[in-house]
């Protein structure tokens, strides 16, 4: 797709907003794309709304080849729909605007991921969906701030990313909240100890230190942190300290109830398979914890890793809101275009972020990234979208509400995600709908 060009000061460029008309809430009661009608436009007068006749650009950095390859596949799935749907909802407003968008695959890699945005700015790119981890958002935050290039990510949620007033705005919330809740479900299932296994990046640091935190107000006792490298592929040193740990443990406190929580992406599928084949004395018989980087990940549960992932069941953490007819709505689109996948969160979030990319932009006036920065709490806090609600905090995080809970179980032959109950941030309580046993 043609990239637009660099920001000028041509009339062409300009796109005009009556006040207030992209604050009403989108679609508000009914489905998603096509049906977008509660937004009015009114192209008439000098610069008139949506009359510019130009084609502007969305990037998106993703990962089509690394440990989130399956999230951003149904990301860039979801994408096509959006801007379909937001194309289809400027054309029957009587606009000539048009949204394209741009993929790169970043492969979860930083260097990748900053010559993506470099190359995204020469070419006049203004906002970009992505990236999908913390580490790489990150990487790439100083040069989009000193560029004024505007970041949306569904996904990104280090703690150590919530800065007001930059260019990253995160539509998942902050992993202070999933911190809780994953200690909350851990406690929940009768853990007092824990040993967290993580990541050695800035999502894996920032969770398993939120996590630790609140399991520790919990009343529980952290044995130990254990991170790896993002890289690593051989685990048998990790996978050592974890038989030490708990077997130290277990051999003082020998009625202790101790949880295995795991802050990983994909990777953890290559880490349980060699712990099944080469620690037959882990505790195979209890639930071992997860997080969002595995949630619903088909990786995970294929027919290599997913066999011993059911054994543990694997109950994982993952933000969640309450599906709404915009939400059922894309999801049979999404199985109609895409049969045999399925459109998670990552999927939901992208589809969002495209659209409120896109209204944005309109309530800017122009494709500025700085003008768009400006608008970007505005209107966010009054976009209702296939994920509901999308009000941010002043550090352009998402307001958390519910943490969904999945777990792995075996069905026929096969291993499959299942939803099993949910976080409730305003109680922090867990109500299960299917649980796991207690440890």
Known sequence: MQPSTPSTKSAG????????????IVGAGVGAGITYAGLRLNPTGSGAV?????????????????????????????????IEDINAFLSA????????????????????????????????????????????AAAILQYANSNHIVLISPSSTSVALSIADDYLFRTAPNDRWQG???????????????????????YGDALANATGAYFKVDGGTVIDTIPYAKTLTTFSTVLDQVQSDYNTYHTANPTAKIALDFISFEEFGAMILQAKNNYPSFPWSTPWFGVDGEAQDAVITNSTYGGPVAQV??????????????????????????????CDAYC????????????????AGSYSGTAIKSVMLTVANNFYGVTGPNQLEASGDRVATIYQIWKVVTSGT????????????????????????SL
Request: aromatic share 8%.
């Open 13 to 24: 460029r300009t796109i005009s907003l009556v006040v207030g008309i992209i604050m009403l």
């Open 50 to 82: 949506c009359s510019s006749n130009q084609t502007l650009t969305i990037g998106e950095l993703l990962d089509l080849s690394s440990d989130l390859a399956s999230q951003g596949t149904r990301a860039k799935d979801s994408s096509i729909l959006a």
């Open 93 to 136: 407003a009587g606009c000539n605007l048009r949204f394209a968008n741009s993929v790169t695959d970043y492969a979860l890699d930083d260097s990748k991921a900053l010559t993506a945005i470099t190359s995204f700015a020469a070419s006049g790119i203004q906002v970009v969906v992505g990236p999908l981890n913390s580490g790489s």
């Open 180 to 202: 809780q809740a994953d200690a909350r479900m851990m406690r929940d299932r009768q853990a007092n100890a824990v040993i967290i296994v993580q990541r050695h990046d800035a």
């Open 313 to 342: 069941i694997l109950p994982s953490t993952l933000y969640g809101f309450l599906n709404n007819t915009k939400t059922q709505a894309l999801f049979t689109k999404f199985a109609s275009r895409f049969p045999g996948n399925i």
């Open 348 to 363: 939901l979030g992208t589809y969002d972020d495209l659209w409120i990319a896109a209204l944005a932009t309109l309530q």
């Open 414 to 437: 096969s291993q499959t995600w299942v939803y099993a109950g949910v976080w409730d941030a305003a109680s922090d309580a867990v109500n299960w709908s299917n649980a796991p046993p």
